[in-house]
């Protein structure tokens, strides 16, 4: 924001440099962007932060610098105005939409000369970046920039009926704004209307039917109090933005508002003459309710690290407008309405050290950090994404939120979804990793890449049956273009990372299939527990996300929640082996039904003390197999702590495999 320094000297003495008065801006929060000399002013480049919109205008800077330095705040001094005739018998206002505009005020100024404004007010306009229209126009927009309110000024002839009705426009519905934009309005947002039309989109720009030009003798002054929220979808949604808006979209002063348009009525009579009708039309759905905040000085003293005299606390608070009074060793505080960022304790601690100088908070001769140890479930994190990165999965990092179709995608049309109002697409919560991980395998796919395995390890959301919020947990999730075996032994081998002990099965079920093969969609089981699904992306789902078809996907999510409860098991300690150990190559010819983890539980049943690891080599299928039968390669290894193996003794327990295999499976023993 501009502040002319002329400008600011009407209301607040300043007795410093410009550059001095740069840094006395900056230290109080409104950070300095440069110092702008003219001919016949200086202008501050200010910047304002969204919670203060009260320094969006010169009172609010003025009384900030007035409680910074002791001076004196002078805001205008309007009077009592002279009246003829009475505003409530020339117009009428009716809001209908209360929620979306609180407050409205109406006023009449009858007779007056529309021309050019006065050499100061233009010099004034133009240094804070306004060009001058006329006077009429010209002192709502100086009245903006002095109290932060934007009003707006009717050419009261042109209104149907002579009044005002505050509503959302109809579907359909045209207007044409004051800068000549075609404007297509719909229910989602508040115009000003007469009797008959839309003659202004609220909060935001006035319409071309009713401005005021040389011609206009009656003109209507609005003030008012319009939603944040509406206003901003409103001049996101149309591309229009004004100095306005800007100010209705962080927040007006519901109250000053009135003086607002009371001083605009009284530079309008005083620079284009005419008569001021008695009273004001004001609807104000709920009015302002008044609220205390109450300040210990001693925590005061203990959250800034020094002591500030009570004294000099009131003193600061005063400054401010806030009324202080010290009631049982408290400070309790009536905070105005223009400041509606004050709302707690804390928030009169920041003031008290904002004014009082941040510089003065002591700084301690050391920083001391504690260090602690790594805690289970960071570790747990670390350890999984080691492995599966080990496993030749890359990490990805996604946004938390899908659009609504790919909720749907994986039989989640009951996601938690954001109003559409505000968000139309990308507005439902995740319910399981697997979309956002196929879009960035899109990405990649665009950029070249064919081949991905990805992993992310974040929150998902699924919804909660009978209830608002969604059941917000953690999930591994991870996909790739190569083979689903691959995929599932990265998982395997997480799980056994996270505890040796544990065992990841897979139970094909069709019902897991959201979004997935119904001829490949499984359950993942963690120690018989139900822990996840796995499968093939389904053509639908590829198809959606514009992935060829030609390189299929793999996809597999896994609760976090499971793995880390099996975490953190303390490893006892095993001497390294003193004798080699002796390896056997196994290949057994069993039929297709027949899975490597019906054969692993039956070697791992066999009573072999000698027996020190069982691994999967291969599995065969060729001429030399029988049609509906497979050769399964398995290597076993023995070791004995009491002495080197000999090879016959080795033999006999290979024989005691193959005996158990022939008669629980019908295996054969392929030469």
Same mark, same amino acid.
Request: hydrophobic content about 45%; overall charge negative.
């Given at each position: 924001m501009n502040v002319s320094l002329n400008w600011l000297t009407d209301y607040v003495d300043i007795n410093m440099p410009a550059a001095e008065l740069g840094e006395l801006v900056t230290r109080i929060g409104l950070?300095?962007? *440069?110092?702008?000399?003219t001919d016949t002013d200086i202008?501050?480049? !200010? *910047?304002?932060t969204s919670n203060r919109p009260d320094c969006l205008g010169h009172l609010g800077v003025a009384r900030e610098i007035a409680a910074a330095t002791g001076a004196a705040f002078r805001p205008p001094d309007i009077g009592k105005l002279p009246t003829k005739g009475k505003t409530s018998e020339m117009t009428g206002v009716e809001?209908?939409?209360?929620?979306?505009?609180?407050? @409205? &005020?109406?006023?009449v100024i009858r007779n007056v000369k529309v021309g050019p404004s006065p050499s100061w007010m233009v010099e004034r306009l133009e240094a804070v970046g306004l060009r001058s229209i006329n006077n009429v126009v010209d002192v709502t927009n100086y009245v903006l920039m002095e109290y932060s309110q934007p009003l707006h000024s009717f050419d009261y002839d042109k209104l149907a009926e002579h009044r005002i009705v505050v509503r959302r426009a109809k579907p359909g519905e045209l207007m044409i704004s004051i800068d000549e934009t075609k404007c297509a309005l719909d229910e989602n947002m508040l115009v000003i209307a007469d009797a008959e039309k839309a003659?202004?989109?609220? =909060?935001?720009?006035?319409?071309?039917?009713?401005?005021? &030009? *040389?011609?206009? +003798?009656n003109v209507?002054?609005?003030?008012?109090?319009?939603?944040?929220?509406?206003?901003?979808?409103t001049s996101r949604k149309l591309q229009i933005m004004s100095d306005s808006n800007y100010r209705f979209e962080r927040g007006v002063d519901p109250v000053l508002l009135d003086e607002a348009s009371r001083r605009a009525c009284q530079l309008i009579c005083d620079l284009a003459g005419g008569e001021l009708a008695e009273g004001v039309v004001d609807v104000w759905a709920e009015p302002w309710q008044p609220r205390t905040v109450t300040l210990r000085p001693t925590r005061c003293d203990a959250l800034l690290g020094k002591v500030t005299p009570p004294e000099r606390q009131v003193e600061i608070?005063? =400054?401010?407008?806030?009324?202080?009074?010290?009631?049982?060793?408290?400070? !309790?505080?009536?905070?105005?309405?223009?400041?509606?960022?004050?709302?707690?304790?804390?928030?009169?601690?920041?003031?008290?050290?904002? $004014?009082?100088? @941040?510089?003065?908070?002591? !700084? =301690?001769?050391?920083?001391?950090?504690? $260090?602690?140890?790594?805690?289970?479930?960071?570790? &747990?994190r670390r350890t999984i994404g080691e492995t599966m990165m080990a496993a030749g999965f890359d990490e990805a990092v996604t946004s938390t939120f899908v659009d609504a179709s790919e909720a749907e995608l994986f039989a989640q049309s009951d996601a938690v979804r954001v109003d559409a109002a505000v968000r139309k697409t990308n507005n439902a919560l995740r319910a399981t990793l697997v979309p956002s991980l196929l879009r960035a395998c899109k990405n990649n796919q665009d950029a070249g890449a064919a081949g991905v395995s990805l992993f992310e390890l974040a929150s998902v959301f699924p919804?909660?049956?009978?209830?608002?919020?969604p059941n917000e947990r953690t999930e591994l999730a991870a996909v790739t273009t190569g083979d689903l075996r691959d995929l599932r032994g990265a998982l395997q081998a997480v799980a056994r990372r996270v505890d040796a002990d544990a065992r990841l099965e897979v139970r094909q079920d069709a019902a897991a299939a959201g979004g997935l093969t119904e001829d490949t969609a499984a359950d993942l089981l963690l120690d018989g527990e139900t822990v996840g699904v796995i499968g093939m992306v389904s053509p639908k789902v590829l198809d959606h996300y514009g992935l060829s078809p030609e390189r299929p996907i793999a996809a597999a999510s896994v609760r976090f929640d499971a793995l880390l409860a099996r975490a953190g098991k303390v490893r006892t300690?095993?001497?390294?082996?003193?004798?080699?150990? $002796?390896?056997?190559?196994? +290949?057994?010819?069993?039929?297709?039904? !027949? &899975?490597?983890?019906?054969?692993?539980?039956?070697?791992?049943?066999?009573?072999?003390?000698?027996?020190? =690891?069982l691994d999967y080599v291969t599995i065969y299928r060729g001429k030399q197999i029988p049609s509906g039968r497979k050769s399964v390669t398995m290597t076993l290894t023995y070791r004995s702590d009491a002495g080197t193996l000999r090879s016959e003794e080795a033999d006999r327990q290979v024989a005691e495999v193959v005996a158990a295999m022939k008669e629980q499976f019908a295996a054969e023993l392929r030469a």
């Open positions: 950070n300095l962007e *440069e110092i702008i000399e202008v501050l480049d !200010v *910047e304002v809001v209908l939409e209360p929620a979306l505009c609180p407050r @409205y &005020t109406a006023r003659v202004a989109i609220a =909060g935001i720009m006035g319409g071309l039917s009713t401005e005021v &030009t *040389e011609k206009t +003798s209507l002054i609005e003030a008012a109090q319009f939603d944040p929220l509406t206003t901003r979808r608070l005063a =400054g401010l407008g806030l009324e202080p009074k010290i009631v049982d060793r408290q400070i !309790v505080c009536n905070i105005p309405p223009h400041r509606a960022d004050l709302s707690r304790e804390a928030d009169l601690v920041e003031e008290i050290a904002r $004014v009082d100088g @941040y510089e003065k908070i002591p !700084v =301690g001769a050391k920083v001391t950090h504690a $260090v602690r140890a790594e805690s289970l479930t960071h570790r &747990t919804p909660k049956a009978g209830q608002s919020l300690y095993q001497a390294v082996a003193r004798f080699p150990a $002796v390896q056997r190559d196994l +290949s057994l010819v069993v039929d297709e039904a !027949v &899975t490597w983890q019906h054969l692993a539980e039956a070697v791992a049943a066999l009573d072999q003390p000698l027996r020190v =690891g």
